[in-house]
Every structure is written in structure tokens, then in C-alpha cells.
T-cell receptor, first 111, second 114 residues
């Protein structure tokens, strides 16, 4: 089966940097997504990592280590609007479209 | 057009009703998905269509019946649902089933079964 772990909640201060970790155990791993979901809204795509390393996209960066089954999402220069749930999701069984989401990390940004 | 459009946004139905949820995208995506999301829980995959063929059914009860009439449309037919089926139903699409460019989600249909 698939097992994905991420912290339930995190709190950070506006302007700071926060790192949200995700560990996974999965067979047939293909890649790892990060999504942002505001309360009552649909998830929005942030990043997709297939290879090891860091991918930077503006204030958000995502890192993957396939050998360690580990990823993190790094948010810089936090803004109040970054308060949301951050979902880690793994895809597996290449070409079949299978994916499993972690339970999500609720990030609260305080002034 | 970079959106996935879902209708209706809200639906209340009785346990003996038959209703359908609709999803549409015009991004040329060849994979489309149905997810179910309960409050404070992550989305759970229900069905995957790849090139208009059903490729994954995650052991979903038969009271949920998906249909992909063409590459832009995805329906979810509902019949004899239970109150525990009340949830947010999300449609998503991606360029292909590998999803390497991410999924684009619709805003969802909030379903209440009474």
C-alpha cells in the first residue's frame, strides 16, 4: 500500500521561511506533487518532482530524495495569504494515473 | 481556457434520486479524474479516464457510475446514494495519466445526501 506522512499543523510568522516535510513509502513510485488548498476551495498545483533535487519556483521550492522517500516544500517570505492546507501527493503505477494524497499540513501564518 | 468547470456547485439529493455531476475542460488534457473529499481530509481518488477509457476504478460502489462521452467531458452518475456519500466531489484533468505537469482541479460539487 501507500503511506504518506506530513505534520498536521504548522505556524509561522509573516515574512519568515517555513519548511513542510513529507515522507512516503510506496511501491512503483513515479513522482511527488505538492498542492495548496484554501478552505472551501479546490487544490491548486504547486510543484511536481520526479528526480532528486531542488526545484525552485518563485517563493516556493520543492525538494525530493527518492532514496530516502522524503520531500519538503519550502515557502519563503511568507504572506498571510499563504495560510492554507498543503497536500503532498505521490503518483505511482506509471501511465495508470494512480495517486495518493497525504492528510495535508495546515499552515497558519501570523502577523 | 485553463479551467476545469464543474456543475452544479451544490447539490442536495434524496437517497432515491438519480442525479449527475458534470465536468468539462478544453485544455486538450487526455486524462480526467474524479476525487471525493470529506471535510478536513485529503482528496481520495475514485476514477481515472485516460484517452476516454476508464483506466482506474478504486473499488468505488456501483451507485457511482462514471462516463466519459468525449475527451472534454466527464460525468458522474449518482443513484441510490447514502448520507455518508455527502462530500465535495472534485474533477481534475492532466495532460496525460502520468500527470507530470500537475492536475488542474475544478472547484467541485458539494453534495449533500438527505
Amino acid at each position: 500500500g501507500q503511506n504518506i506522512d506530513q505534520p498536521t499543523e504548522m505556524t509561522a510568522t509573516e515574512g519568515a521561511i517555513v519548511q513542510i516535510n513529507c515522507t512516503y513509502q510506496t511501491s512503483g513510485f513515479n513522482g511527488l506533487f505538492w498542492y495548496q488548498q484554501h478552505a472551501g476551495e479546490a487544490p491548486t498545483f504547486l510543484s511536481y518532482n520526479v528526480l532528486d533535487g531542488l526545484e525552485e519556483k518563485g517563493r516556493f521550492s520543492s525538494f525530493l530524495s527518492r532514496s530516502k522517500g522524503y520531500s519538503y516544500l519550502l515557502l519563503k517570505e511568507l504572506q498571510m495569504k499563504d495560510s492554507a492546507s498543503y497536500l503532498c501527493a505521490v503518483t505511482y503505477n506509471t501511465n495508470a494515473g494512480k495517486s495518493t494524497f497525504g492528510d495535508g499540513t495546515t499552515l497558519t501564518v501570523k502577523p | 481556457d485553463t479551467e476545469v468547470t464543474q456543475t452544479p456547485k451544490h447539490l442536495v439529493m434524496g437517497m432515491t434520486n438519480k442525479k449527475s455531476l458534470k465536468c468539462e475542460q478544453h485544455m486538450g488534457h487526455r486524462a480526467m479524474y474524479w476525487y471525493k473529499q470529506k471535510a478536513k481530509k485529503p482528496p481520495e481518488l475514485m476514477f481515472v479516464y485516460s484517452y476516454e477509457k476508464l483506466s482506474i476504478n478504486e473499488s468505488v460502489p456501483s451507485r457511482f457510475s462514471p462516463e466519459c462521452p468525449n475527451s472534454s467531458l466527464l460525468n458522474l452518475h449518482l443513484h441510490a446514494l447514502q448520507p455518508e456519500d455527502s462530500a465535495l466531489y472534485l474533477c481534475a484533468s492532466s495532460q496525460d495519466a502520468q500527470g507530470g505537469y500537475g492536475y488542474t482541479f475544478g472547484s467541485g460539487t458539494r453534495l449533500t445526501v438527505v
